[in-house]
C-alpha cells in the first residue's frame, strides 16, 4: 500500500488519479479540515465527486485512523487531520 502524499497537496491534476486514501487524506489536509469539528465523512464523499463510492472513502478512512493519519472528532462521522 502506498504511503499518503508526505506534501499534503493533492492538485487539479493529481486529484484525479491519486489512490482512495490519497484524495481522502487530501481532502482532510484541506482548508475545510481546519476547523475544530474536522470533515464529515459525507463532505469527503461528495468531494471526491464520484470517484470513490462512500463505502471505499469509509474504508480509506478507517484505514487512515488505523494508520494514525486521522483521528474522529465530535462523532463518528467527523474527523481531522494529525497534521493540522
Known amino acids: 500500500a502506498a504511503a499518503p502524499n508526505a506534501a499534503g497537496g493533492a492538485g487539479n491534476g493529481a486529484a484525479s488519479t491519486g489512490s482512495c486514501s ?11 479540515g481546519h476547523n475544530d469539528q474536522g470533515v464529515h465523512v459525507n463532505e469527503v464523499v ?33 474527523f481531522k487531520s494529525t497534521l493540522i
Do not use: K, M
Not at 487524506?25 to 484541506?30: E, M, P, T
Not at 478507517?62 to 472528532?73: A, K, M, R
Open 22 to 32: 490519497d484524495q481522502v487524506f487530501a481532502i482532510f489536509n484541506g482548508p475545510q
Open 46 to 78: 461528495a468531494q471526491v465527486n464520484g470517484r470513490f463510492t462512500e463505502a471505499q472513502v469509509r474504508e480509506a478512512v478507517e484505514h487512515l485512523v488505523n494508520e494514525g493519519h486521522l483521528y474522529s472528532t465530535i462523532d463518528d462521522d467527523h
